[in-house]
């Protein structure tokens, strides 16, 4: 049973406008949430995180926005750039004692100069 | 100065043999993580170690055996590998301590090929 899930395998922007990757969970004891950054034959890079007691959070041209009542998450990268090309993964946590992360799929980026 | 490092970077074997990989991270953090990326791109997690103590094991056949010999290194043992056991694995970190905000860093992986 996929907990975390990006409905889109892959989105196709132009440079300096805006990408926008969405990741719906279904778990409503996720407290915690991460969106990490994956180039070919790299390990995932973490990106910008939420916690569920925000709906908002921001840093630099990342924004992460989280609707708790829609279980919906979503990245903005404004403006996106060509090096924004890669595999966006979207994660949720439990929190406590383990920290245990749930993957969604993944959502290729190509950002087009 | 790399923070998580994982060796070998690529690991070519045969069916029914056994295989090691290490992990060591230079973060200090006191929790690790052994994840799995299959054929389809799916990442999930396997076993976690916090202060070279098993917290996390999934459903992972007992042919993997990870081995936490201090809280910086954490290495992954399979035996009798099969053809299913093709993927790459993610070595990772965090400080997953109270008032944490959970990030794990990840090794650059280790794409293992059973032939």
């Known amino acids: 049973d996929q907990q975390v899930k990006q409905n889109s395998p892959s989105l196709s922007v132009q440079e300096g406008r805006i990408s926008i990757l969405n990741c719906d969970y279904t778990?409503?004891?996720?407290?915690?949430f991460l969106w990490y950054k994956k180039y070919p034959a790299e390990g995932p890079t973490f990106l910008i995180s939420?916690?569920?007691?925000?709906d908002k959070n921001e840093d630099g041209r990342f924004t992460v926005f989280l609707n708790k009542s829609a279980k919906h998450l979503s990245l903005h990268i404004v403006p996106s750039q060509p090096g924004d090309s890669a595999v966006y993964f979207c994660?949720?946590?439990?929190?406590?004692?383990?920290?245990?992360?749930?993957f969604g799929t993944g959502t290729l980026l190509a950002v087009q100069p | 100065d790399t923070a998580v490092s994982q060796t070998p970077k690529y690991l070519v074997t045969q069916m029914g043999n056994d295989k090691s990989i290490k992990c060591e991270q230079n973060?200090?953090?006191?929790?690790m993580y052994w994840y799995k990326q299959d054929s389809k791109k799916f990442l999930k997690i396997m076993f976690s170690?916090?202060?070279?103590?098993?917290?996390i094991n999934e459903t992972v056949p007992n042919r993997f055996s990870p081995k936490s010999p201090d809280k910086a290194h954490l290495n992954l043992h399979i035996n009798s590998l099969e053809l299913g056991d093709s993927a790459v694995y993610f070595c990772?970190?965090?400080?997953?301590?109270?008032?944490?905000?959970?990030?794990?860093?990840f090794g650059p992986g280790t794409r293992l090929t059973v032939t």
């Open positions: 990772a970190s965090s400080q997953a301590s109270r008032g944490s905000s959970y990030e794990q860093y």
């Open positions: 778990n409503s004891m996720f407290d915690y």
């Open positions: 939420i916690s569920s007691i925000k």
């Open positions: 994660a949720a946590s439990e929190g406590g004692a383990t920290n245990k992360l749930i």
């Open positions: 973060l200090g953090h006191d929790t």
């Open positions: 170690y916090n202060n070279k103590e098993l917290i």
